[in-house]
């Protein structure tokens, strides 16, 4: 047992290491919004339980996800990213106000469906994996899994409260936010081999 939280610890973190500038960045653009900071957390389970549902589907052979697919993903956070560096500016409270409202009503599906867009490597890693446990030690590890999210989540929100993160992300948002999504974006689909796909459409 000690051998299976050890696995199930290295393995999380090996495939989880790119969520915290993702978190980061979506904790310092909004720690004053308390729903959207909820939303975060909320959209993070989401994503990540989707992630655990396909590979334990495919691990027990009950469903197989071409990973170029996968990559088409990769859309979400660019579209996204497009979508704040070319928002325009708004004056007065009333009609911030307002856009935040607009901005944020689907923003829990957009987290979750960032982190399961990101998720690309988690597939890759866990549905071998799981294929190697018992029961047991898969209960075992998918709530260790579930715990060590909620210590990234953690972690995440104190390193985007400190007062260089914050201040930082807040002067240079316009250019920041756009930047690390759009770049998510195409690195999503750079790895599951998308663009290739894409490609074959127009061939």
Do not use: H
């Amino acid at each position: 047992m000690v051998t299976t939280i050890i696995s199930a610890i290295v393995s999380y973190i090996a495939t989880s290491i790119d969520y915290i500038v993702i978190l980061v960045v979506l904790f310092a653009q909004n720690k004053r919004r308390k729903r959207a900071v909820r939303d975060i957390a909320l959209g993070q389970y989401v994503g990540f339980s989707i992630l655990i549902l396909i590979s334990l589907l495919a691990a027990f052979g009950l469903a197989l996800i071409p990973q170029q697919w996968i990559g088409l993903l990769g859309l979400v956070p660019i579209y996204i990213g497009l979508k704040i560096l070319f928002e325009k500016e708004e004056d007065g409270e009333s009609q911030e106000e307002t856009i935040d409202t607009n901005r944020f009503s689907s923003f829990l599906l957009s987290v979750a469906v960032i982190m399961l867009a990101a998720g690309g490597d988690n597939l890759g890693v866990y549905i071998p994996y799981f294929t190697t446990l018992n029961t047991v030690e898969l209960i075992v590890t998918i709530t260790i899994y579930y715990v060590l999210a909620t210590v990234l989540l953690y972690f995440c929100k104190r390193l985007a409260a400190v007062k260089g993160i914050s201040e930082t992300v807040e002067k240079f948002e316009k250019l920041i936010v756009p930047l690390v999504f759009v770049a998510l974006g195409i690195m999503i689909m750079y790895e599951n081999d998308t663009f290739s796909l894409i490609l074959s459409w127009f061939n």
